[in-house]
């Protein structure tokens, strides 16, 4: 069984940094590539960043590119995002989830909030 949970979020200034981590049990990374989405109010869940493959393959949406940094420990079964220099604009609700390429099944976590504010 697939479980997700994240941790890590809250409330930061502008130009701050966060470091969001997932949880992942009943995933293999190989067979499951991993992704952060996230949500703000009003709007459409969307891809912020995915790892996948033994090549830790990475990529970014453009909005985030050079600022969030996608990786994961194998060993202890941990997916995280570090996030600098953040801006208002990320305010939103993240989401780890799980895409397994076997079953095209995909897992979600329950998100964490993050507010990015003065």
């Known amino acids: 069984q697939v479980q997700l949970v994240e941790s890590g979020g809250g409330l930061v200034q502008p130009g701050g940094s966060l470091r969001l981590s997932c949880a992942a049990s009943?995933?293999?990374?190989?067979?499951?590539?991993m992704s952060w989405y996230r949500q703000a109010p009003g709007k459409e869940r969307e891809l912020v960043a995915r790892?996948?493959?033994?090549?830790?393959?990475?990529n970014y949406a453009d909005s985030v590119k050079g600022r969030f940094t996608i990786s994961r420990d194998s060993g202890d079964k941990m997916v995280y995002l570090q996030m600098n220099s953040l801006k208002p604009e990320d305010t939103a609700v993240y989401y780890c989830n799980a895409y397994s390429v076997f079953s095209r099944q995909d897992y979600w976590g329950q998100g964490t909030q993050v507010t990015v504010s003065s």
């Open positions: 790892i996948t493959g033994a090549s830790r393959s990475t």
């Open positions: 009943g995933v293999t990374f190989i067979t499951h590539a």
